[in-house]
């Protein structure tokens, strides 16, 4: 079946540190990738997709690359700001019955 | 911009009480879908709805029903509540079976059962 395998957590990094959180997958056929972000006290929203191999996603300074041969879609940001501290959620999408399968999701905590 | 509405950010009932979580989206979406988030588990889905009258289990439906009369309303019933179904309950709605099409969130209903 599919499954979606986040780093551990949590992590705490200086405002203007470099991130990266690290995301690998199992599915078969050709999924859809996603970051999605929880902010304190919200529901989930799309931080970025990429929907086919080579695909880089990107949003609000955040990239991720839909890298195939290693089944990793990383998020990274070169300099992460207090604003970024939420829980972060990988997810892939095959298109049956249009589920989302989920990872555990990792919280980032960011420091002055 | 998509609206997914849940009727309560925060609920306290009693072991043993019927208890429903409303979701309400404005987008005509098809598909509809409940999940619950519990520390260290993520989210798992509990049932989803691609159409009205229609409903699928999820991952862990025990405990749980749903309801679907309109296609913009998507009900979660907790038919005897119990204190392991405390948690963050989470709404969503997607449109069709387009592939790549993000799934919209509410922002969550926290249920406490006494």
């Known amino acids: 079946g599919n499954s979606v395998t986040q780093m551990e957590g949590p992590v705490t990094l200086s405002e203007e540190a470099f991130l990266t959180i690290n995301c690998t997958y199992t599915a078969t056929g050709y999924p859809s990738l996603f970051w999605y972000v929880q902010y304190p006290g919200e529901g989930l929203q799309l931080l970025l997709k990429?929907?086919?191999?080579?695909d880089k996603g990107s949003n609000k300074g955040f990239e991720a690359t839909y890298r195939k041969e290693t089944t990793s879609f990383h998020l990274e940001k070169g300099s992460v700001q207090v604003s970024d501290s939420a829980v972060y959620f990988c997810a892939l999408y095959t298109g049956a019955n249009s589920k989302l399968t989920f990872g555990k999701g990792i919280t980032l905590s960011v420091r002055p | 911009d998509v609206k997914v509405t849940q009727s309560s950010r925060y609920l306290v009932k009693r072991t043993g009480e019927k208890v429903f979580l409303e979701c309400v989206q404005d987008?005509?979406?098809?598909?509809m879908f409940w999940y619950r988030q519990d520390p260290g588990l993520g989210l798992r889905l509990i049932y989803f709805s691609y159409d009205v009258k229609m409903k699928e289990k999820g991952d862990i439906p025990e405990g749980y029903s749903v309801s679907r009369e309109k296609k913009e309303r998507f009900s979660l019933i907790l038919e005897s509540a119990s204190t392991n179904q405390t948690s963050m309950y989470l709404c969503?709605?997607?449109?069709?079976?387009?592939?790549?099409?993000?799934?919209?969130f509410g922002d969550g209903t926290r249920l406490s059962i006494l």
């Open positions: 990429a929907t086919k191999a080579d």
């Open positions: 987008m005509d979406h098809e598909n």
């Open positions: 969503a709605s997607s449109p069709g079976t387009l592939n790549n099409q993000p799934q919209h």
